[in-house]
């Protein structure tokens, strides 16, 4: 099985063991099919789940005030198959960058989710660090299996001074 971050721990929900957990998910992802999260390897059932405006409350079964409290600052992982059909940041990460005409950019290093817009981080052909903005229509097609991130050369230009 192949696991995936869902998001990171960062405060207990009342005095029961419930936690609140800051997802690395948009409000589409149905988070009702998560039977269960893994936290330092270990599984843990899922007692409830409640969608708030910035993550979710879980509940695990078994799990103490005590339990929870340690689990503050952990990420929670869950099985990729939940959530196949999205792209995520560890599919792009390491991937290359390329333009539409074929000229190779470099590789993505990072990428951080800001609310208004993703940043991509790219290690260049020439080792220098740039970033961009997923705005404006400027990434045309991510294809998972080659790992390539394809862009609008003239897009890309609006939001990104590289020059290649």
């Known amino acids: 099985m192949v696991k995936v971050e869902l998001g990171k721990v960062v405060k207990l929900h009342g005095y029961m063991g419930a936690m609140k957990v800051r997802t690395v998910y948009d409000a589409d992802f149905n988070f009702k099919k998560i039977g269960s999260v893994f936290v330092d390897e270990n599984e843990y059932k899922t007692k ?35 959530v196949d059909g999205k792209i995520l940041i560890e599919d792009l990460k390491g991937s290359a960058v390329k333009f539409e005409d074929g000229n190779e950019v470099g590789k993505i290093t990072d990428v951080q989710d800001y609310g208004a817009a993703e940043v991509i981080y790219v290690k260049t052909k020439a080792n220098e660090e740039i970033m961009f903005p997923n705005v404006n229509g400027v990434i045309l097609n991510f294809d998972l ?20």
């Open 48 to 82: 409830s789940i409640k969608k708030t405006k910035d993550g979710l409350i879980i509940e695990l079964e078994g799990v103490s005030l005590e339990m929870a409290t340690a689990m503050i600052g952990k990420m929670f992982l869950i099985d990729r198959s939940l």
């Open 145 to 164: 299996n080659s790992k390539t991130l394809t862009l609008n050369k003239e897009k890309f230009g609006e939001v990104c001074d590289y020059e290649n």
